[in-house]
Nanobody
């Protein structure tokens, strides 16, 4: 069993930065690939970035070059550094461990980017 808690969201002006954290409980967290997703009102949940247990990363085209995913297994935490934020990045951001279908989800953290 893995429990995930996201934090770090908030209100930021366009061009600004935020760092989201996904803190996990469970001794096996380091063995999971972890992903970040977001969902804006009226839209489907969108994949943003993922990191494997070995540290290999993958990004959606919409955020590549602006967002960076990283993990600190000693702290059971995965981060999403978000730079050059745009109003269209406004959404609830979620982390996931173990896959979209059968994996674990956090409760989400709101990110609002003002123009």
């Amino acid at each position: 069993q893995v429990q995930l808690v996201e934090s770090g969201g908030g209100l930021v002006q366009a061009g600004g930065s935020l760092r989201l954290s996904c803190a996990a409980s469970g001794r096996t967290f380091s063995s999971y690939a972890v992903g970040w997703f977001r969902q804006a009102p009226g839209k489907e949940r969108e994949f943003l970035a993922a990191i494997t247990s070995g540290g290999t990363t993958n990004y959606a085209d919409s955020v590549r070059g602006r967002f960076t995913i990283s993990r600190d297994n000693a702290k059971n935490t995965v981060y999403l550094q978000m730079n050059s934020l745009k109003p269209e990045d406004t959404a609830v951001y979620y982390c996931n461990a173990g896959g979209r279908i059968l994996g674990y989800w956090g409760q989400g953290t709101q990110v609002t980017v003002s123009s």
